[in-house]
């Protein structure tokens, strides 16, 4: 893990690589003229989006939209995992592309990604162990190790397809890159629909006869899937970031890829924005239309979800880089930035601190500090939606306190 302020590029083409940007490197993310900041605060509005909805003062008290829908349809909170991803597949072809043009060797650049997405995954387990580490029920599937697996194959992938830059390599580049998404669309609606579970029979899609249920409880085992994936009367039955769905969930991260490849080509900033803007209506509209044959799935990340997601994700950042790369307008950037410019920490700590509030207990009353925090602090003098919404902003503020010193002192903690 490289630690310190961003370096400078390499002078020949046979130095020892920079550390390549991970999906979180906020140094990376530039274009010709300089960094791109919308990616930036793309990435640092995800992290926040996933604090502030993993940390309620009461799950009992939510707004709606900070809940996941709970099986089918998508809600605000369902578009924040593949907005990452999504941001993910933009760096890695900005990066990447950087790296390969200044002369990079290509297998040497797999194997540092592959470095990479190890030790995300292996934080992934950390992060999923804390503070017992039980391995006997350790979760393996988690967030971190979809990110890892997703960051991997779409490195690969790209590596794999060349850098040419001229028009016609670029444009078959692309081509590729969308025939892939289509054939793992595709095949995984075949998979979901026409692929008999054993025990369960064709076109199950409900939590405990999918594929991707029966997959991860035969791969892992109950015992380590994520402990809130029950279906009444069954128990455990599956996990949502389970193997079987994190395909698609490649699929999602090569949007990213393909919204990136476009931004490097010659069009002028405008024509990039409006056509990324175009795009994401129609992949929205799609996964819309569609959801009568195929449910919108978070849970399962089915076809239409990643059409419906990838046009949100397309839609949101086509206005940011409108706003911030296209019309300039930044003085709002730093608070979110803090998160963008160290992501992967950002989500690690920010799961370290709501595990710690749910564990050390006040020594006067028994409460826990999130309980305590939640009904003697913002319940006293707010209704419970609102001091449920209050107490999750106070815990991002407290994740932001504690990153502002790295982001301030330029220090990124890169994988």
């Known amino acids: 893990m490289y630690i310190g302020p961003a370096r400078g590029p390499a002078t020949a083409a046979h130095s020892t690589p920079e550390p390549l940007v991970s999906p979180e490197a906020a140094s990376s993310s530039h274009l010709n003229d300089g960094r791109l900041v919308s990616l930036d605060v793309l990435r640092g509005l995800a992290v926040v989006g996933m604090i502030l909805v993993t940390d309620p003062g009461s799950y009992g008290a939510v707004y709606p939209q900070l809940l996941h829908a709970q099986w089918n349809g998508a809600t605000a909170t369902d578009m924040i995992f593949p907005t990452f991803l999504f941001a993910v597949g933009i760096a890695i072809?900005?990066?990447?592309?950087?790296?390969?043009?200044?002369?990079?060797?290509?297998s040497r650049l797999a194997r540092h990604a592959l470095i990479r997405s190890a030790v995300i995954f292996a934080i992934g387990l950390v992060v999923n162990g804390f503070p017992d580490y039980h391995l006997r029920t350790l979760r393996v599937p988690g967030v971190l190790q979809r990110i890892a697996l997703c960051y991997l194959f779409g490195a690969l992938?790209?590596?794999?397809?060349?850098?040419?830059?001229?028009?016609?390599?670029?444009?078959?580049?692309?081509?590729?890159?969308?025939?892939?998404?289509?054939?793992?669309?595709?095949?995984y609606w075949c998979v979901l629909k026409l692929v008999p579970v054993p025990g369960f029979g064709w076109n199950r899609l409900d939590s405990v006869g999918n594929a991707g249920a029966y997959i991860d409880r035969l791969v892992f085992g109950t015992q380590h899937m994520w402990v809130w994936g029950t279906t009444p009367g069954y128990g455990v039955t599956y996990d949502p970031e389970g193997l079987l769905s994190t395909l698609p969930a490649i699929a999602t991260l090569l949007i990213g890829i393909l919204?990136?490849?476009?931004?490097?080509?010659?069009?002028?900033?405008?024509?990039?924005?409006?056509?990324?803007?175009?795009?994401?209506?129609?992949?929205?509209?799609?996964?819309?239309?569609?959801?009568?044959?195929?449910?919108?799935?978070?849970?399962?990340?089915?076809?239409?979800?990643?059409l419906f997601g990838g046009g949100v994700s397309l839609l949101v950042f086509s206005a940011l880089y409108f706003v911030l790369d296209i019309r300039r307008w930044r003085w709002w950037t730093a608070p979110v930035l803090v998160f963008g410019a160290n992501a992967i920490f950002a989500f690690a700590l920010s799961n370290v601190i709501t595990v710690l509030t749910d564990r050390i207990h006040m020594s006067a009353n028994g409460l826990t500090?999130?309980?305590?925090?939640?009904?003697?602090?913002?319940?006293?003098?707010?209704?419970?939606?609102?001091?449920?919404?209050?107490?999750?902003v106070f815990i991002v503020l407290v994740n932001m306190a504690l990153l502002w010193p790295l982001y301030w002192r330029r220090i990124f903690l890169r994988v």
């Open 93 to 106: 072809t900005l990066s990447f592309a950087s790296r390969v043009e200044r002369g990079y060797d290509r």
């Open 157 to 187: 992938i790209y590596l794999a397809l060349g850098n040419g830059r001229q028009p016609r390599a670029a444009l078959r580049r692309s081509w590729t890159i969308a025939g892939i998404v289509l054939a793992i669309l595709i095949g």
């Open 259 to 306: 919204t990136g490849e476009w931004l490097r080509t010659a069009n002028s900033r405008k024509r990039k924005a409006v056509l990324l803007a175009a795009a994401g209506i129609v992949l929205t509209l799609a996964g819309w239309f569609l959801d009568p044959m195929l449910p919108i799935n978070k849970r399962i990340w089915t076809s239409t979800f990643v």
């Open 369 to 392: 500090v999130h309980q305590w925090a939640y009904r003697d602090v913002f319940a006293t003098w707010l209704q419970p939606v609102h001091a449920s919404l209050a107490y999750a």
